[in-house]
């Protein structure tokens, strides 16, 4: 787990504070994100947006900021850059070719409701404030390994937009080269078979997390997952630290 410094919150907050456009989470959404923030970043940053959270990734920091979005479900329909499905038998997500986008209608992408809040038990829009509210419960349980270390940086000055620094890792989707033998493999469907455990993650990514945290961590943090439904876990939610450890980056789900 990354350790951050005052230093590193005034960075992240001085990036905040210059972006000259309104990031009042009630009403900005996704496709405001993408097509008004990058202007005012600094040539160090990059960003990256999801549905309901607006990402600035600095290239030499060991941690990511995440603002919350309101999802508004017309336009991220619209602007979603990933389309995948569950394949339940191979126990892995498959990409939905361009030409078959029609297919992420809103059947199978349910509009994003509120988020749920864990520790206050209420709901709202602010999806990276339910981020921290499962890390704090997976600390109390002693499984925050399994979740990226998620910490609340303050409020931007001008507006009071609440902040979120992340450790920073790279997502499934950038790397997903399999190294694992077909023996850890046979292994880890065995431990989700005898387990019986919720756990819509790839076969590959559960075989890192019982040989990183032991199958009976592993289990612990499939029992989480399913205690809070959070089922949101495609390949852009989840990757490797630079160490190689895996763990969860988006863990807010989509619905309360
Ligand atoms: N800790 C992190 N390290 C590296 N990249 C990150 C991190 N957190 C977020 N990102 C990038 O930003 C994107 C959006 O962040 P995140 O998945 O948390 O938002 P979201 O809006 O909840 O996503 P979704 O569309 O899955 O609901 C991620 O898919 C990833 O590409
Ligand atoms: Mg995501």
Redesign the pocket.
Known sequence: MIALSGKDLEYAKNIVDGIEADLNYEYMD?EFWDNHVEEYLPLECGM????????I?PCDKP??I?IP?K?DSDN?MST?T?HSKWNSELHTWEDVPASEYSYCDHSFCPQ?EYAYNPIDGTYGWN?CDA?LGYYTLAKEKGIEEFF?ATFYAGERKVDGVPIYL??????L?SRSDKEHTQEDLNSTSAFLDETKVYCPLELDFVCDLIQNYGAEKTKEFCDFLDEYNIS?L?R??Y?YRPDGTPCL??F?D?NG
């Open positions: 996704c990256a947006s999801g549905v309901t959270k607006g990402v990734i941690f990511v995440k979005l999802c991220w979603c990933h994003f999806y981020e990226a992340q450790e920073k890792i790279t997502t989707y949101d495609h852009n939610n990757g980056i988006d807010s989509f």
